[in-house]
């Protein structure tokens, strides 16, 4: 056979063949393209609860200063209509929390000047975050109350100078239970009147409408420590004006009759971030005689920003730092702190107390905690206490008064 013939013909029948043997291959299998890797996009739940779930919030020593005397002025707020007359300490924040953290170094101690004149320290904002926060500051001044308590003269307790935000048309005062508990000691002649205005005068009587028992029953003690501290964990109450007080003008005494609708800023339902441009308000009384503290006492505004968050649970925002200011001072208990778009969004519970106020720890509890925990003490909302008529909250709490102050006279003198 001559195979040379028959060469390029078996090249061709070989190219055919190898062609069937693909094509059958191929109709049996299933092409898989690959994915390309897609970056995912981070909550802001994961973004944010992380971040307080590893912080615990600091435990803050809290001394208090010691005035030579201070005397209830003739005809002032006093609940059982007595004079107390009494040497004074104002007294920042006393908390003992269940969760301990040492405190923070302090800087040597270099107090400022008393302040004449609203201080006012402004962070770099743009325009219209700073029209929205200056909105928000006016607002918090004028909502913002002295609380200032008498005792009697050998007590063995300390008159008091703090701080409130009236957070309802009506009159209703957010503040510290560290604050608010001396209004449970009426029956031992203790007096407080609530004072507004620049410098603070003379204004309200108030009522209580609540105070957290929790936070009483853990730390009954602290009227009495020279050296209380804590995290503000429970530190909160709420306090109702039921009358104007008596004001001595050119030496006769008036009654000024209650408006019909208070200045106010509305509590906020949900916390801020790190971050977050604030005003913070209060009547800080640290660098003052005690003759200061009851004629010249002005408000203290400071402009800043969140510096961080904390919890007392695992993943809610319950306390904000908010670094030194002007405000890190005894007396801003129960201060508020506002938000640009004019909410209440925290009250001050704790600060460092020594060095310069720049370099302080200033803290507050969120409103949202406040709401939260509220609702956990007693199983309704907080705006439900609020829509109340003020005579009616006042009649419903009155009942409970008598076993929280048994709580308090329990462990005085």
């Not at 739940?45 to 001394?63: A, G, H, R, Y």
């Not at 439900?384 to 006279?409: C, G, N, R, V, W």
Request: aromatic fraction near 6%.
């Amino acid at each position: 056979m001559n195979m040379p013939r028959f060469t390029p013909y078996l090249g061709i029948v070989a190219a055919l063949v190898l062609g069937t043997f693909i094509v059958a291959f191929s109709g049996s299998m299933t092409v898989s393209n690959t994915p390309a890797r897609v970056a995912s996009d981070a909550s802001s739940t994961i973004s944010v609860v992380p971040k307080v779930l590893t912080k615990e919030v600091p435990n803050i020593t809290l001394p208090t200063t010691t005035l030579p005397s201070l005397e209830s002025p003739a005809g002032g707020g006093s609940a059982s209509g007595g004079k107390a007359t009494a040497t004074t300490e104002i007294t920042p924040a006393p908390v003992t929390p269940r969760k301990k953290v040492p405190p923070p170094a302090s800087a040597p101690i270099a107090p400022a000047p008393a302040p004449s004149v609203p201080v006012f320290v402004s962070t770099s904002l743009s325009t219209l975050e700073s029209a929205s926060l200056d909105a928000s500051a006016s607002a918090l001044r004028a909502a913002l109350v002295n609380i200032i308590c008498y005792v009697p003269a050998g007590s063995g307790l300390h008159s008091m100078s703090g701080s409130g935000v009236i957070v309802d048309p009506k009159g209703i005062i957010l503040t510290n239970a560290h604050v608010a508990q001396y209004f449970l000691l009426a029956n031992r002649n203790v007096s407080c009147t609530v004072r507004s205005g620049s410098p603070a005068t003379d204004s309200y009587i108030a009522a209580l409408i609540y105070i957290s028992p929790v936070w009483l029953r853990a730390n009954a003690g602290v009227l009495t420590e020279a050296m209380p501290s804590g995290t503000g964990e429970y530190d909160f109450a709420l306090l109702a004006i039921t009358k104007s007080a008596p004001r001595n003008d050119s030496g006769q005494a008036t009654i000024v009759t209650l408006p019909s609708s208070f200045p106010f800023l509305p509590l906020a339902t949900t916390p801020p971030l790190s971050g977050t441009p604030i005003v913070i308000a209060s009547y800080g009384a640290q660098f003052l005689e005690s003759s200061q503290v009851q004629s010249s006492l002005f408000p203290t505004v400071v402009f800043g920003s969140v510096k961080d968050v904390f919890t007392f649970a695992v993943n809610t925002i319950d306390v904000l730092a908010l670094g030194g200011s002007a405000a890190a001072q005894e007396g801003s208990s129960g201060g508020g702190v506002a938000s640009a778009n004019g909410e209440l969004i925290g009250t001050i519970t704790t600060s460092t107390v020594s060095g310069d106020t720049n370099s302080r720890s200033l803290s507050a509890i969120t409103a949202s905690y406040i709401r939260a925990e509220y609702a956990s003490e007693t199983g309704q909302a907080l705006d439900l206490l609020l829509a109340k008529p003020t005579s009616t909250a006042i009649t419903d709490f009155a009942s409970q008064i008598p076993a929280l102050e048994s709580i308090l006279t329990a462990r005085l003198p």
